[in-house]
């Protein structure tokens, strides 16, 4: 797909107003393909844009609707919401890998269905937005897919698996589970961090995520989901 096809089939069939089609080219063009086609651009700088947007609407959001919440439980739920999960949860929905530009190797390796990649584009699109139009527009296009998520986490039991799981340590034995870092890959603005939980120099699970706290809460809730071999190790 042509790189102006793949923009204006994207804003066409999601019925995104725009007025400069070109932010909306680039949002959609991974690095794999810049680099293959000399493109001179790709979408990270967005990326890096629509990250910071992202956050501050759902902290706005939290601190307009939540005003009984204190800080520490509003930054919990704000983690918990603006996730890569999340992020590729609305990927779907609008169907964001098909018009994705990719590099042949990248293409070959299932990048369409990649978690980090469908992301990265995802907060690009929301860069996009915002510099096409403004707060408001970006504002509505993410509460559109979010607010009720942002509702079920802020007003249920939101989750953190890490206090969780160390509670279930705890109350059984002395030693605690820890966590190391085990791999750092992509750009300085966008980085993703791989974190693994361990008990008694026993690696039980291994999590991934934007931030190394992301990451922790990420594999201790797979501990958490089966403790089969926790049981076996306590």
Known sequence: MRLKDSAHRFLADNQIPYQDEKLFSMALIHPSYAQENKAGHNNQRLEFLGDAVLNFVTA???????????????????????????????AGYINLGTYILLGRGEEKSGGRQRKSILADTMEAVIGAIYLDQGIQPARDFILKHLEETIQQTAEGEFRDFKSRLQEIVQARCSNNVYYETIEESGPLHAKVFKVGVYYEKHLLASGSG?????????????????????????
């Open 60 to 90: 706005e959001y939290l601190y307009n609707h939540y005003p009984d919440k204190a800080e520490g439980d509003l930054t919990k739920i704000r983690a918990r919401v603006v996730c890569e999960n999340a992020l590729v949860e609305i």
């Open 210 to 234: 934007r931030s190394k706290k992301e990451a922790e809460q990420c594999a201790a809730e797979k501990v958490l989901q089966d403790l089969t071999l926790l049981n076996r190790l306590l």
